[in-house]
């Protein structure tokens, strides 16, 4: 049986290589290791993170001297929070396992300072906006976005309630599936499912992405077989826009770590790809996952540097804030700030216009993020387009997309319960 106190132990160990900067999706999987609760551990961990700034502002009631107190304890502590004021665990026990946690954490004489502040009232108090010195800071506390990306998002999106982007960020941590056209057919799919009693949600957007309604992606047997694909459909935008036709050569510019590169080949088989990927790490993965594919030509270079040749189709997924992935990933949302945001524009803009120069005449070009700040996509095609007169934006072919204005696709957490993305297809 899993030992709840060494849960809570796991939990804090890797709240704090969060905390240090590793991903939150490269530590989960340590969490389904020896004897702990792996869902409950990931519930914990996610949870903590979801709701950070509330937190810390509800340890602040209490504990005046916080970030005096040692990582370990102030970890426990927050766990604690939170299971305090997001669990239907009775609070006498919640203090107790914490207390317990202490002694396992190698902190013993820091056993009273857990006890006595976890049992304060306090820490259920709700946020009061008369309490703030804004209502962006009062804000970001309930929301647990940090305040630049709050001022970001309400800049770009005046019409849509703070509270109501933060609840379409949990929303849409939804897994998505795509079934894999080659290998699976929509009757074999309802045919399994329904024998199995698995409910799919289908996509509205695109014909091959489902939901899981009663299981995890891992319960369902076509995801075992790898005859469906665990992919946010509002990645998919970026690939059908770009809608290659056989026999095609397609540069994918930043290709790693290759979901929308499988799911070009499945949309096109007879094309020729060039992928390109600058990081080392990241190209290794990118080899292992498409290993011998002789449509592709792996790369391992920057696409700044890349020497002048023509293709049919240019597919450019940016490095970004990733801002549509809070929901998904809320560990992003503490791991830059305004300044990171600020180096990635010029990037973003070289990448784009290199992209460009490598296009042929008639080709088509998918500029793509994950980003919801209208800074990274709107606003860098409008650049673009004024400094490059022979582009042009396409304008709407498939009226199942979200469409947000001619040639331009987005997706956004709050009204389509998807992760946030965006891409615009550009001709030459």
Request: hydrophobic share 40%; net charge neutral.
């Amino acid at each position: 049986m899993p030992d709840l106190i060494k849960t809570k132990t796991a939990v804090v160990r890797l709240w704090l290589r969060v905390e240090q900067g590793a991903f939150l999706d490269k530590v989960l999987p340590e969490l389904r290791r020896g004897d702990i609760n792996g869902d409950l551990a990931e519930y914990l961990l996610r949870g903590m993170l979801d709701h950070k700034l509330e937190l810390l502002w509800a340890a602040g009631l209490v504990y005046t001297r916080f970030n005096d107190l040692p990582p370990r304890l102030r970890a426990l502590l927050l766990l604690s929070i939170f299971q305090l004021r997001y669990s239907q665990v009775p609070a006498p026990l919640i203090v107790s396992e914490a207390v317990n946690t202490v002694r396992e954490l190698k902190l013993p004489h820091l056993t009273g300072v857990a006890n006595a502040g976890l049992r304060k009232s306090q820490l259920r108090a709700e946020p009061n906006a008369t309490d703030f010195v804004s209502r962006t800071a009062f804000l970001a506390v309930v929301t647990s976005l940090p305040e630049w990306i709050l001022e970001l998002l309400q800049q770009d999106y005046p019409t849509i309630d703070p509270l109501e982007m933060v609840a379409g960020y949990r929303a849409s941590r939804r897994p998505w599936l795509r079934r894999v056209r080659q290998r699976y057919t929509l009757q074999q799919l309802e045919a399994e499912t329904t024998a199995a009693g698995v409910e799919l949600m289908q996509a509205p957007w695109n014909g091959l992405y489902y939901s899981p309604v009663n299981h995890t992606p891992a319960q369902v047997a076509a995801v075992k077989r790898g005859d469906m694909i665990v992919h946010d459909v509002s990645a998919a935008a970026a690939v059908e826009l770009l809608a290659p036709t056989a026999g095609d050569r397609v540069l994918d510019c930043c290709a790693a770590p290759g979901g929308k590169l499988r799911q070009l080949l499945e949309l096109q088989p007879q094309v020729s790809v060039t992928a390109v990927e600058k990081d080392s790490g990241r190209f290794r993965s990118l080899g292992r996952l498409l290993l011998n594919d002789e449509r592709i030509e792996l790369r391992q270079d920057d696409l700044l540097e890349l020497q002048e040749e023509k293709y049919d189709c240019i597919l450019l997924d940016v490095p970004c804030s990733g801002s549509g992935n809070y929901g998904k990933k809320p560990d992003s949302r503490y791991r830059h700030g305004s300044k990171e945001l600020a180096e990635l524009l010029p990037l973003q803009q070289a990448l784009l216009s290199r992209a460009a120069g490598l296009l042929a005449v008639g080709g088509r070009l998918v500029y793509s993020t994950c980003s919801l700040f209208k800074a990274e996509n709107e606003q860098q095609v409008a650049v673009f387009l004024r400094e490059q007169p022979e582009f042009r934006l396409v304008g709407q072919k498939q009226d199942s997309l979200p469409w947000s204005a001619p040639g331009q696709v987005k997706f956004t957490p709050w009204e389509h319960h998807t992760g946030g993305a965006f891409a615009a297809l550009l001709t030459r």
